[in-house]
């Protein structure tokens, strides 16, 4: 069965409700294992994740990072270049952007501050996805491997330059030091003040412009056209003029680039400094993203968004339902990504029988 | 000189001892993956049997029912990551992500609901799988060298590691000299080629999967029942990510894939007795920049000696038919 | 009326075989003794303490225990804008007229066990096992030598730890074979500081016969007979005091350093190990510990200067 | 007695495409049978549902007067049905052996077997005379060779029934020749052939019957001895096709293209190209002449940019070609291309489509850096007007830009990449096997193109194994071996005998 005989708004609508309700279906049933009331728990979820405003709030902050990461597996997709690397290019982005604040958040205003930390951070992803490219371009080394050890030796060296020069004198927190006011990321909450007191700040609409560049960048451009064209036929791509290891390079270097980026709303925009392990997996939910987004900044947008609502509202829920460990919502999460991001096709022959039946 | 000073020993006998977990998760990918699909989720797996394996073990009390258990489970798994890839042509790697997060969310509730410990099963005393003592070891523990070799190295490890040494050769010799060997191979490289020449493509790789979630299973149990004697929350700590890489290391050949099973163990063995020690030239290495040792290895490794790898080039398509 | 309790655990969680645990058990014995329940919740990330403790806050609570270094920053930051909620910090120190800060003088503890453990081991060689290498767990590292090298110069102390990610704190195999691997090269103690991967260190060490020193909580029940003793940080108290304080109207704010003296930290002797506890080695640790609570010895804080003199 | 095969009322449809109307028509046994039809007729999708590929959506196939249900390839395999395809069913990083093993195993344990396997394939290599190594692997051997263990497999199978889908599309003139040997040597002990092939002289050649379909349907069966290729084409295409298509005088301008000593060794140090030497004019069109795997291909690589020569250079229009001091050939093909060299590719799904990318998306492909709008974007509304035109002017079928173009049928295709070359407007046009797969009414098209580009002054290399597109095309012919030219003719001097001579590497001049 084949869902190009679906009609448009049955794949774009009605699977991904029907997946979705799947895999909140076989959580309900965890969660009345649990002993605890399935509807009045996804009512809780709804509720403190996407209707209440300060909830909707922790949410898109939460997929504000999501969205960097995606685009940053995203990107590299595109060419046919598994990026497993985005972890580890996220948590030396923020190596980058903390050096920037340490060096400079006495002396420059916000407004060349927040620059500056944004441009550290990119850099230093970059830098850190800049090896595994450059292997897999000149001497075919697979990037799978190379961005699985590199991930390794991030949180090593980290850890390393952390404990040794950034926690201050007589601290325990193994964190720099927290940066001055000026470093902070401005909230959207001082425009909008029903966001309530949350993180949300400006990284976001960071995000949604950077779904928007890379959406015209990859479909719109001449360069996002051999991006595409590498990933799809690399013969090809070739016999076209394409000069793969450069772009292998290139595409590694932005997708680095990306995910550090992920570090400039978690660090500049909540915490304000830097502290041990402070990515927590979000380069893995990246590929999660990605491969559910189909690479796709609409689809980006999307599981970046439920993924946040999912953190913030099984969060609340688990303060409210003791019995429901936090740990419910990685296994929910894990359901999600099965139904929606691999069987998406799950009801299409059903589907196809009941409209072919109507019409 | 005494041979144990030199630490070599020591080294070796913990590469041995540390292997089986990524050598058992390894044969299972290198199933999987000639066939064609692409198993990112052998850690979901090996969490899934470790937990299951020692859960079953506890309340039985009898390791054996654990590896039984552990093998269903993870068989389970893999056949559901099957019918995912296979019968449903979805992504392959959204599929094993899934079952990966999935099961690192579920061990934990499953565990907690269950024992009440954290996450944690109770300790399975009497019903780990213990070391196997060669026979005549008492006679020769006291020969230099041969003592060691004897009764360290070669003997005086569980059952479970004697089978993951077996499995080379064994997964090798299917691979290669069976015919179910040559149907997966063929599968995974061309399945248009196989379907042609009448083998079922999609039984192929249900068959490949469910020997992978059997191997995979075994990791788990030796995580579980050998190593530790209990479960605990995501302890399988990425062994099914290092055993990928162990695979895409030894181009999805059993032989070389077991050997960079063995370096993964080697240098985290070499890694362990470096800490702290002053090594020339460098001096005193922090210990957190000699936890990389391993990983550095690989890439220089990967990057100076190895020839390009090839996957077996079907990895990842589901099979349509149609071009 | 009984007062509102809140307990913050860090991203280790409630059953982290360690601080949060220990403190988890504290919340616990309170509220079996006073009917008093008490909020509970984890916040994975340093975005989510702030979350959460703000969300705390604005319930009025009466008193939020936040456990972990890692919750400085955000009680801070809380604190300053709650004034009237009062906040225990464990494990850190941030500044407030409602923060209570307590932290533990890990290293008088950890060298009362380094005592025993030199005196027990017949090789003079130990071993230290940690999860990740921080100032804490080096802090422990470090006490732990001093008192091995006050029984006996010459003993060695051999130092691993299991990783640089969270996982660290979660792999007992690691654990387990780290604890192997310095029995290979002599050790007959160790000292496992790593959460639930020291769970494969102890039962490691019982496997192969030798002994381990267990961590946080009193661990010696593990394996009877095989746990020399436990380096107890009594994070359970810690709560249950404050809690206590609260329902009685007698809780101040400030910085609370816990040593030996204050019962923040100690060894651990029960009808577990009390057969691997010589007379001679509890005399001896005994004298010790007397010498440090009377200020006669000093053990010095790895954190004050990030170095050990040993 | 019954025939072999009865195809009875078979219909197929995929989607909205019917791609098989009410097929009926039966096959004698013993009988080398044609099928021929335009591309997309529904050939290759009849033969699947033989083959039990695909399932037909109704009618009956009979066998030796049984109507049998055959429901995968497995089963047809058991009722003695082999099938050689279009492409290659073979597992390129395996050995011949291995490959003909594979579904025909004797039992689990494979080690013992290969041994007397292998004894059975060279004894059977022997008696029909096929040159294969049994312990080559697939892809070390040339495509014709490929097709020999193709054919090896379904001799070791004993296949009573065999498909041949297109199978002298990619052989040169011997080896098809020999493959007809076989076929014959087939015939003769009973078996029964389906022959699909888009040349309509091998029908003549070879066939007893043949069996036209147009649009997924049978438009006529007629015995081979009682037709002609006119009367073939008539019935396939629907109008009479022409065979010399007109040409303006030969009147060859300044050199475009001269190479000189132009070398190229492969890693091991294996000599591929052999000091090559000549010149191509403006508005002449030069045939590289040859048997497939003599160098042609790496010519071709070389003059379009994707592969760098070892030593020896190429002057365009009196400059040399920028080689220079690279290291990897990384973008080079732009640079060629911008210099006016335009390139049809030999293998169009590898290097001259991205398959994924819809038709309008590869009008522009190795162009896109030509086609941005003042935003630095590519300039969609411009492509797709003139993607329109394109689509118009050479016949492309469907019509539809946004299809993806690994849906339209090889020739349409082909059609594609030519109509994008052409319009780049080159000066140079590098072509490779522009009609292999292609039916003749799309040949037609597409040398009409290449004529017309030549009459406009466009110099024109053409690497093409068929000697009939030799003749229709060139004016002069070089002949390759070996990685040397071994010769050169004008086209007045075109000698069957004489060009198999020095394709075989006899000198003769
Ligand atoms: N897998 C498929 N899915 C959808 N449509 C198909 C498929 N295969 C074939 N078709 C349709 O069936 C028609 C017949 O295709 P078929 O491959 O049988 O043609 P053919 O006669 O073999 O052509 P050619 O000479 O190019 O080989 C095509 O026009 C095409 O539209
Ligand atoms: N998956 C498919 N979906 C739709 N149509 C298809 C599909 N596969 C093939 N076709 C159609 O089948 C017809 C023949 O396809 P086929 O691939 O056999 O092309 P061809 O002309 O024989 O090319 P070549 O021989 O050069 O590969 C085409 O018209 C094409 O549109
Ligand atoms: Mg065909
Ligand atoms: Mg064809």
């Not at chain 4, 109008?239 to 091991?268: M, Q, S, T």
């Amino acid at each position: 069965m084949n869902n190009n005989d679906l009609p448009r708004w049955a794949t774009a609508f009605v699977l991904p409700v029907l997946n979705l309700m799947s895999a909140l279906l076989v959580a309900a049933l965890v969660i009345h294992l649990l002993g605890e009331d399935p509807v009045d728990s996804m009512r809780i979820l709804i509720n403190s994740a996407i209707v209440n405003p300060e909830g909707l709030s922790y949410t898109l902050f939460y997929a504000s990072t999501f969205i960097f990461t995606g685009l940053s597996v995203s990107i590299a997709m595109q060419a046919g270049l598994f990026n497993i690397g985005s972890e580890g290019q996220m948590y030396f982005g923020g190596l980058g952007l903390t050096l920037a604040m340490l060096a400079l958040d006495a002396s420059l205003p916000w407004w060349l501050l927040i620059p500056c930390g944004i441009a550290g951070a990119a850099l230093f992803g970059a830098l850190w996805a800049f090896l595994p490219g450059y292997l897999q371009a000149k001497r075919g080394s697979h990037v799978v491997v190379t961005t699985i050890m590199f991930n390794f030796i991030c949180a090593s060296l980290m850890n390393f330059i952390i404990v040794k020069y950034l926690i201050p004198p007589g601290e325990q927190n193994t964190a720099s030091r927290v940066f001055s006011a000026a470093a902070e990321m401005p909230r959207l909450n001082t425009w909008f003040p029903v966001l309530g007191d949350t993180p949300l700040n400006v990284s976001f609409l960071l995000a949604i412009a950077a779904l928007a560049v890379y959406g015209v960048m990859v479909w719109r451009s001449a360069w996002g056209y051999k991006l595409r064209a590498t990933g799809l036929n690399k013969h090809a791509a070739h016999y076209a003029g394409v000069k793969i290891s450069s772009m292998i390079i290139i595409v590694m270097l932005i997708s680095g680039a990306l995910a550090g980026l992920g570090s400039v709303n978690s660090i500049m925009g909540s915490t304000h400094y830097l502290s041990l392990n402070f990515v927590g997996g979000a380069g893995f939910v990246g590929i999660a993203i990605a491969l559910m987004g189909r690479q796709h900044p609409v689809g980006i947008f999307l599981s970046a968004v439920l993924f946040g609502a999912l953190i913030q509202g099984g969060f609340d829920l688990s303060l409210e339902k003791p019995n429901i460990p936090t740990e419910t919502f990685i296994f929910i999460q894990g359901l999600i990504i099965l139904f929606c991001g691999a069987m998406e096709n799950f009801y299409a022959p059903v589907i196809g029988k009941l409209l072919r039946a109507k019409g | 000189m005494n041979f144990e000073d030199l630490h070599l020993g020591s080294i070796l006998v913990s590469t041995v001892r540390n292997a089986p977990v990524l050598i058992f998760a390894a044969m299972a990918g290198l199933f999987a993956e000639r066939s064609g699909v692409i198993d990112i989720g052998l850690e979901g797996k090996i969490l899934a049997s470790a937990f299951v394996s020692a859960a079953v073990a506890f309340a039985t009390q009898n390791p054996w029912y654990g590896v039984a258990a552990g093998v269903a489970i993870s068989v389970a798994l893999a056949t559901l990551q099957g019918y995912v890839s296979i019968t449903q042509k979805g992504n392959q790697l959204v599929g094993g992500i899934a079952i990966n997060i999935a099961m690192s969310g579920l061990t934990f509730v499953v565990a907690q609901f269950f024992f009440q410990q954290g996450g944690r099963t109770p300790d399975l005393g009497q019903a780990r799988l213990f070391d196997v003592v060669l026979p005549g070891s008492a006679a020769v523990a006291d020969l230099p060298f041969i003592g060691w070799l004897y009764t360290k190295l070669i003997g005086g490890h569980s059952v479970l590691v004697y089978l993951a040494f077996a499995l080379v050769p064994l997964v090798h010799w299917v691979l290669y000299h069976t015919r179910f060997g040559l149907r997966l191979r063929a599968c995974g490289e061309n399945p248009h080629a196989a379907d042609a020449a009448g083998v079922s493509v999609e039984w192929t790789r249900y068959k490949a999967m469910i020997i992978a979630g059997v191997l995979c299973s075994f990791s788990g149990a030796y995580l579980a029942i050998v190593q530790s004697g209990f479960f605990l929350r995501d302890m399988s700590a990425g062994a099914g990510y290092l055993a990928l890489t162990a695979m895409v290391f030894g181009n999805w050949r059993p032989v070389y894939t077991f050997l960079g099973c063995l370096m993964f163990g080697f240098f985290g063995a070499v890694q362990i007795q470096i800490e702290g020690v002053d090594l020339p030239v460098v001096g005193r290495l922090p210990g957190s920049l000699i936890q990389m040792v391993p990983y550095v290895v690989t890439v220089i490794v990967l990057a100076g000696l190895m020839a390009k790898s090839v996957a077996p080039k079907a990895i990842g398509v589901p099979f349509v038919k149609s071009r | 009326a009984a007062p509102k309790l809140g307990i913050v655990y860090d991203a280790g969680g409630k059953f982290d075989k360690s601080f949060n645990q220990s403190a988890f058990e504290g919340a616990s014995r309170f509220k079996k003794e006073t009917n008093i329940g008490f909020i509970e919740v984890q916040a994975s990330s340093d975005t989510q303490a702030e979350q959460v403790l703000r969300g705390l806050a604005r319930k009025n609570l009466d008193l939020i225990a936040s456990i972990g270094f890692a919750q400085t920053q955000a009680v801070a930051k809380v604190a300053k804008e709650f004034p009237k909620v009062r906040f225990v910090l464990i494990d850190g120190v941030a500044q407030g007229a409602n923060v209570n800060s307590i932290t533990f003088k890990e290293e008088e503890g950890s060298y009362l066990v380094g005592v025993a453990a030199a005196m027990a081991s017949k090789t003079k060689k130990l071993g230290f096992i940690g999860g990740i290498d921080i100032p804490l767990i080096r802090t422990f590292a470090c006490g732990y030598a001093q008192g091995a090298k006050a029984v006996d110069k010459k003993s060695e102390v051999f130092q691993n730890m299991v990783g640089t990610t969270a996982a660290a704190w979660n792999d007992p195999a690691k654990g387990g074979e780290l604890a192997r691997s310095q029995f290979e090269r002599g050790v007959d103690v160790v000292f496992a500081v790593a959460g639930g991967s020291g769970m494969g260190t102890l039962q490691t060490a019982k496997e192969k016969g030798k002994l381990s020193i267990g961590v946080d909580s009193n661990q010696n029940s593990l394996y009877p007979g095989s746990v020399l003793t436990s380096m107890v940080k009594r994070v359970d108290n810690a709560v249950y005091d404050a809690f206590m304080q609260v329902k009685d109207g007698k809780w101040q704010a400030g910085v609370t350093a816990k040593g030996l003296k204050e019962g923040g930290v100690d060894w651990a002797l029960d009808e577990h190990n009390r057969k691997l506890i010589t007379p001679e080695i509890e005399k001896k640790v005994l004298g010790v510990r007397k010498d440090i609570i009377d200020g006669k010895t000093k053990v010095i804080d790895y954190r004050v200067s990030n170095s050990c003199p040993v | 007695m019954h025939p072999a095969v009865e195809f009875r009322g078979i219909s197929k449809q995929f989607g909205a495409v019917k791609a098989n109307t009410d097929v009926s028509f039966a096959i004698a046994k013993g009988a080398i049978h044609g099928l021929v039809g335009e591309n997309g007729a529904g050939k290759s999708t009849l033969m699947s549902i033989l083959y039990g590929y695909y399932r037909a959506d109704s009618g009956d196939i009979l066998l030796d007067g049984q109507v049998q249900p055959i429901h995968s390839s497995h089963e047809a395999i058991r009722l003695g049905i082999g099938m050689v395809h279009q492409h290659f069913m073979l597992v390129e990083n395996m050995t011949v052996l291995d490959n003909v093993m594979l579904g025909a195993e004797g039992g689990f344990q494979l080690a013992s077997q290969r041994a007397g396997v292998e004894a059975r394939l060279r004894e059977i290599c022997a008696r029909y005379r096929l040159d294969v190594d049994p312990l080559a692997t697939i892809h070390d051997l040339s495509v014709g060779a490929q097709q020999r263990v193709e054919i090896l497999k379904q001799i070791y199978r004993s296949a009573n029934i065999l498909i041949l889908d297109e199978p002298t599309a990619v052989l040169t003139a011997q080896e098809t020749a020999s493959l007809f040997e076989i076929l014959r040597l087939f015939k003769e002990q009973g078996k029964t052939i389906i022959l699909i092939t888009h040349k309509l002289q091998e029908i003549l050649d070879i066939t007893d019957t043949v069996t036209v379909m147009r649009g997924g349907r049978v438009v006529g069966a007629v015995e081979t001895a009682r037709t002609s290729k006119e009367e073939l084409a008539n019935m396939m295409v629907g109008r009479p096709i022409e065979n010399n298509l007109p040409r303006a005088p030969y009147k060859p301008g300044a050199p475009v293209l001269e190479v000189r000593d132009l070398e190229l060794k492969d890693d091991n140090g294996v000599t591929l190209l052999n000091k090559l030497n000549f010149t191509l004019r403006a508005g002449e069109i030069v045939a590289i002449a040859g048997v497939s795997g003599n160098g042609q291909s790496e010519l071709m690589e070389i003059l379009s940019g994707m592969r760098l020569p070892t030593s020896g250079q190429a002057d365009f229009q009196g400059k040399p070609l920028p080689y220079g001091k690279r290291h990897d050939p990384d973008g080079l093909p732009r640079e060629f291309r911008e210099l006016g060299i335009g390139h049809v590719p030999e293998d169009r799904l590898r290097d001259g489509v991205v398959k994924n990318f819809s038709v309008m998306q590869n009008t522009f492909f190795g162009y896109q850096d030509k086609v941005k709008n003042r935003w630095g974007l590519i300039d969609f509304k411009g492509i797709a007007a003139r993607c329109a035109g394109l689509l118009r002017e050479f016949d492309v079928r469907p019509a539809n830009p946004d299809l993806r173009i690994g849906l339209l049928s090889g020739g349409n295709q082909q059609k594609v990449v030519i109509a994008r070359e052409v319009l780049a407007g080159p000066k140079l046009m590098l072509v490779g096997q522009p009609t292999r797969g292609v039916d003749i009414g799309t040949i037609e098209s597409i040398h009409t193109q290449l004529l017309a580009l030549r009459d406009k002054g466009v110099a024109i290399l053409l690497v093409s194994v068929e000697l009939e597109e030799v003749r229709a095309l060139a004016d002069r012919i070089l002949v390759m071996c070996g990685g040397s030219i071994t010769g050169e003719l004008k086209i007045e001097e075109f000698d069957t005998t004489r060009i198999g001579l020095l394709m075989g590497g006899m000198h003769k001049s």
